[in-house]
């Protein structure tokens, strides 16, 4: 309400209370901060507050100032009367003397406050001077009267048994060291008053302790509200924004802007939000939890009874979360509750958030909502077995619902990082960044020994998509147990917890207890956090330098059976091994086993495709053996520098464990080896049980050797390069012809293991467990099922990509591209282990030719003779897992290869593998011989000019 005139009577709120005679009574808000009056109790005079003033001198309280001031204080928030009487000074500082009442009801019932000041003897009656009433009027005789009646009874300051030196408050207005004062008081609420409040997030607060009253400025922490400018800084901006240096504003003019400049500038909401707080705060009695320090300032949280008001501020939208100190809210529950709070205030676009846009996925402290390319998405839980942990900040989890394999990043963390930049900004390039970089090795090694091999819970808290420069990463909570690793992690000091704008939700779930977590490592100096040098790590990296490597393999093998840790699995059996008591890193090749070659990719840029089993040996090894603590028993060392030995996990032999599974085979160097007797018992319990690599090498059901793939019969010794007696034709039909000339057959023998595999998988995948269309994907080289031509088939994944999955369905020798996610299904394991029966065979002795229209040529040639129709095979040799046959079409009698070297489309393979031309096969050589020769003086086809093959050829 206005006040025009004197004689009138204010209404309002008392706002605070500056001393026991003067007060700030505000008006009702109407749609923003309200009208104020600064006013003083006529006739009345308090003792005066002690203060710090500008120039840094300290006044002390006058006897009884404080208590004087408290008694008023309790109508702080309160609404009251004020009987104005006289008003002093101009606009914009007025000054409203007269008397206060307290707004009770009955009017007979309403206290005089100037009055009841006197009676307690809580203020002397001017008698004279500014706000003193007439001498001889009513009000001022009362007031005498009141003042002789304390006096008498002695009454506060008239008081004749207290010394007035009790009265007067020890005030500490500066700590000289926030952080050892809060660290002498961490934790423990502490009675305190709001003073002042700046902004609504930083106060002036009176603590009150058993031996002073500190002073002390105070920052809500987890929070930030807008706050004000001072106009020396708004000046900076505006010249800086304007070009302008001040020099040419005309005299007028800058006297005008400085008038303006007087008051400090309020952002937006800043007013608001003040007003907020201080019509719920200032000058109550509250309670203090000192957190952290931040510059001189002690910041914490505000207990009171009627709520939390960094929360409720939050939620009104007049502040919004800040990470810096979000990580010290010691409450429990109120970090989160914040961070709920903000994100209700951006859905309801509250102040603050009023031009908020909401981004997919935003929220729930997680962000993207776009799927990975493995079809995660944020809120997505994973339970699986971690089998890889990257530098620091990834793990690799094979998946317990699909058996997948997914990369994780821990959510909101950096791993350690180089060295500082130099002059140009520049970091320091390191080739060895696990040992190189400060604190990664200890990163990596504190999350290998409690993540490897260990069951985790994980939820995907956003999925940041590929980009030109950087690849997919899908961060996530990852837990062992109720351990949140990244915290863990965070609290050791190694690693760093990723800063994010106020609007970006791309973060951890629990960011706030990460925040925390690096709190206490900043405070302990903590790895990354210390100051001192960090731990270096000086490790003989001897790959790919024979020279070092010999230098150190008489150590190597005087040492016997030594720890290591397995850094890298290239294939099954060619590894990187860390080993400690040498502090070197090695190429360590298994020796006495040979293991099928997984695809690579060439120099080049072609991919050279794999053996059969390849990838399934090289999976099998890394899920045992893979950043795990082993033993290395070193015997030699090759021209390479690659060291050759054996590898033992939890005391087994690594090689013995390769081939009892069928992942590999017993080399002739073993012969002499302490291990080999179990080598070969393994192999041969691989080889009766059919077991991965002998399922393609194995023996029919009825005793004859399979051809094709098959190789020799079980028990049959073959050379190296795959030869031994064949045991005739084997009718078939030859399924598929492939564009380098390899052709899949199907043995008449198996038709009745394709019926009753047939009927295993239509009872297993249509009648038992129906696949749900979408829950399972499977990766390059799985083994799976899919529909085709309305029937479920074994298949293999070859390569996946935007057109879908291309697959060989292996037990028909075909290649096929399925785009329907609805036909692929897991495999029953029931149905693994069982041979393919479709099988790749080349034709004996032969090359393809060299050009792509010859090539075509033989293709259709070949299936105009033998596609789809009656043929037999009969095993010549084995080179590299393959068979090489001689094919001949039943019907006609004619010899595949025989025919295509007549007719030019074919030439003779100059080199054959060691022992291939013994018995019929060399017979077979001679006659393909006689034909080649014959189309080559004919000049057909390849021949047409000349010779083209090489020596080597």
């Known amino acids: 309400m206005a006040v025009s005139g004197q004689n009138q009577l204010l209404r309002g709120t008392v706002k605070l209370i500056l001393s026991g005679d003067s007060l700030i009574i505000r008006d009702r808000p109407r749609g923003g901060p309200p009208q104020e009056w600064n006013c003083g109790l006529t006739s009345i005079q308090a003792p005066r507050l002690g203060r710090r003033l500008a120039s840094g001198e300290v006044t002390k309280d006058e006897p009884w100032a404080y208590e004087s001031r408290e008694y008023l204080r309790r109508l702080v928030g309160k609404e009251v009367l004020f009987a104005c009487e006289t008003i002093v000074g101009g606009t914009g500082n007025k000054k409203y003397y007269g008397v206060l009442y307290d707004r009770v009801e009955p009017e007979s019932e309403r206290v005089n406050i100037n009055e009841a000041l006197v009676r307690e003897g809580l203020a002397e009656v001017r008698r004279t001077g500014g706000g003193g009433g007439p001498s001889g009027s009513d009000q001022m005789n009362q007031l005498g009267a009141l003042e002789d009646q304390a006096k008498a009874d002695g009454k506060g300051k008239w008081s004749q048994t207290e010394p007035a030196a009790n009265h007067v408050r020890n005030v500490v207005w500066k700590v000289d060291n926030p952080r050892l004062f809060v660290d002498s008081h961490k934790q423990r609420p502490l009675n305190a008053i709001i003073e002042h409040v700046r902004d609504a997030c930083t106060y002036r607060v009176l603590i009150a302790l058993p031996d002073a009253y500190y002073s002390v400025s105070f920052m809500l922490s987890g929070v930030k509200s807008p706050t004000f400018k001072q106009p020396q800084q708004q000046q900076q901006q505006q010249q800086q924004d304007d070009g302008n240096t001040g020099d040419s504003t005309e005299p007028g003019t800058q006297q005008q802007q400085q008038q303006q400049q007087a008051q400090p500038i309020a952002e937006p909401y800043a007013e608001e939000a003040k007003f907020f707080v201080e019509a719920r705060l200032l000058q109550r009695n509250v309670r203090l939890v000192l957190e952290t320090v931040s510059g001189q300032s002690v910041v914490g949280s505000v207990l009171h009874t009627n709520g939390n008001i960094a929360e409720i501020l939050v939620q009104e939208g007049l502040a919004r979360c800040v990470d810096w100190s979000m990580g010290v809210v010691s409450q429990p529950g109120a970090a989160v509750k914040l961070r709920q709070a903000e994100r209700d205030a951006k859905k309801a676009r509250r102040r603050l958030w009023k031009d908020y846009v909401e981004t997919a996925g935003s929220g729930g402290g997680i962000g993207h909502s776009n799927k990975s390319e493995k079809g995660l998405k944020s809120g997505d839980n994973i339970e699986g077995r971690v089998v890889e942990v990257g530098n620091g900040d990834s793990l690799v989890v094979k998946r317990q619902d699909t058996g997948d394999y997914v990369k994780l990043f821990l959510a909101s963390i950096r791993p350690p990082r180089a060295n500082a930049p130099d002059a140009d900004g520049q970091r320091p390039k390191v080739s060895r960044p696990l040992y190189d970089i400060p604190y990664m090795f200890e990163a990596r090694e504190f999350l290998r020994k409690r993540l490897i091999g260990k069951r985790i819970t994980a939820r995907v808290d956003y999925v940041q998509p590929k980009s030109p420069e950087f690849p997919e990463k899908v961060g996530a909570t990852v837990l062992v147990g109720e351990v949140n690793v990244a915290e863990a992690l965070v609290q050791k000091g190694l690693g760093y917890v990723i800063r994010y704008r106020a609007d970006d939700d791309n973060r951890s779930s629990a960011y706030d207890a990460l925040l925390a977590a690096e709190a206490v490592a900043q405070k302990k100096a903590a790895g990354v956090h210390s100051k001192k040098e960090p731990p270096a790590h000086k490790i003989s990296d001897l790959a790919g330098d024979p020279k070092r490597a010999k230098q150190f393999l008489p150590s190597l093998q005087r040492s016997g059976r030594q720890e290591a840790l397995v850094?890298?699995?290239?294939?099954?059996?060619?590894?990187?091994?860390?080993?400690?008591?040498?502090?070197?890193?090695?190429?360590?090749?298994?020796?006495?086993?040979?293991?099928?070659?997984?695809?690579?990719?060439?120099?080049?840029?072609?991919?050279?495709?794999?053996?059969?089993?390849?990838?399934?040996?090289?999976?099998?090894?890394?899920?045992?053996?893979?950043?795990?603590?082993?033993?290395?028993?070193?015997?030699?060392?090759?021209?390479?520098?690659?060291?050759?030995?054996?590898?033992?996990?939890?005391?087994?032999?690594?090689?013995?464990?390769?081939?009892?599974?069928?992942?590999?085979?017993?080399?002739?160097?073993?012969?002499?080896?302490?291990?080999?007797?179990?080598?070969?018992?393994?192999?041969?319990?691989?080889?009766?049980?059919?077991?991965?690599?002998?399922?393609?090498?194995?023996?029919?059901?009825?005793?004859?050797?399979?051809?094709?793939?098959?190789?020799?019969?079980?028990?049959?010794?073959?050379?190296?390069?795959?030869?031994?007696?064949?045991?005739?034709?084997?009718?078939?039909?030859?399924?598929?012809?492939?564009?380098?000339?390899?052709?899949?057959?199907?043995?008449?023998?198996?038709?009745?293991?394709?019926?009753?595999?047939?009927?295993?998988?239509?009872?297993?995948?249509?009648?038992?467990?129906?696949?749900?269309?979408?829950?399972?994907?499977?990766?390059?080289?799985?083994?799976?099922?899919?529909?085709?031509?309305?029937?479920?088939?074994?298949?293999?994944?070859?390569?996946?990509?935007?057109?879908?999955?291309?697959?060989?369905?292996?037990?028909?020798?075909?290649?096929?591209?399925?785009?329907?996610?609805?036909?692929?299904?897991?495999?029953?394991?029931?149905?693994?282990?069982?041979?393919?029966?479709?099988?790749?065979?080349?034709?004996?002795?032969?090359?393809?030719?060299?050009?792509?229209?010859?090539?075509?040529?033989?293709?259709?040639?070949?299936?105009?003779?033998?596609?789809?129709?009656?043929?037999?095979?009969?095993?010549?040799?084995?080179?590299?897992?393959?068979?090489?046959?001689?094919?001949?079409?039943?019907?006609?009698?004619?010899?595949?290869?025989?025919?295509?070297?007549?007719?030019?489309?074919?030439?003779?393979?100059?080199?054959?593998?060691?022992?291939?031309?013994?018995?019929?096969?060399?017979?077979?050589?001679?006659?393909?011989?006689?034909?080649?020769?014959?189309?080559?003086?004919?000049?057909?086809?390849?021949?047409?000019?000349?010779?083209?093959?090489?020596?080597?050829?």
């Not at 529909?787 to 070859?798: G, I, K, M, P, Y």
Request: some cysteine.
């Open 567 to 953: 850094e890298f699995v290239a294939s099954a059996n060619r590894f990187r091994v860390y080993v400690p008591r040498s502090t070197c890193l090695v190429t360590l090749l298994l020796t006495g086993v040979e293991c099928p070659r997984t695809p690579r990719r060439l120099p080049n840029g072609s991919e050279e495709p794999g053996e059969p089993f390849g990838e399934e040996a090289s999976r099998f090894v890394k899920e045992l053996c893979l950043q795990r603590e082993v033993e290395v028993l070193v015997e030699a060392c090759d021209r390479g520098g690659n060291f050759i030995g054996h590898l033992f996990v939890d005391g087994e032999n690594l090689a013995v464990s390769l081939v009892e599974k069928g992942y590999g085979k017993v080399h002739f160097t073993a012969e002499k080896s302490d291990y080999y007797p179990a080598l070969s018992k393994a192999e041969e319990k691989a080889k009766a049980d059919k077991l991965n690599v002998w399922s393609v090498a194995s023996t029919t059901d009825n005793g004859r050797a399979e051809s094709a793939a098959s190789g020799p019969a079980s028990g049959q010794r073959k050379d190296a390069a795959g030869g031994g007696e064949d045991s005739g034709p084997l009718e078939c039909t030859v399924t598929e012809i492939r564009p380098d000339l390899s052709f899949c057959v199907q043995l008449a023998d198996d038709a009745e293991r394709r019926t009753r595999l047939a009927a295993a998988l239509r009872e297993e995948l249509e009648e038992r467990r129906p696949p749900v269309p979408g829950a399972y994907a499977p990766r390059k080289g799985d083994l799976c099922a899919v529909r085709f031509n309305s029937a479920w088939q074994r298949a293999r994944v070859l390569k996946s990509d935007s057109t879908g999955k291309t697959v060989n369905l292996i037990d028909l020798g075909l290649e096929k591209i399925i785009n329907n996610v609805a036909d692929i299904a897991q495999l029953p394991d029931s149905l693994r282990a069982q041979a393919p029966l479709a099988r790749v065979c080349r034709l004996a002795f032969s090359q393809p030719p060299p050009d792509e229209e010859d090539i075509q040529l033989s293709v259709e040639l070949m299936l105009d003779t033998v596609a789809n129709k009656p043929a037999t095979v009969r095993r010549v040799y084995e080179s590299d897992g393959v068979a090489y046959v001689q094919l001949v079409e039943k019907a006609s009698g004619v010899d595949v290869a025989e025919l295509l070297l007549e007719k030019g489309l074919l030439f003779i393979d100059r080199r054959p593998p060691m022992g291939s031309k013994s018995g019929k096969g060399g017979e077979l050589y001679s006659k393909y011989a006689a034909k080649q020769a014959v189309a080559f003086k004919a000049r057909l086809n390849i021949w047409r000019y000349g010779d083209f093959r090489d020596d080597d050829d």
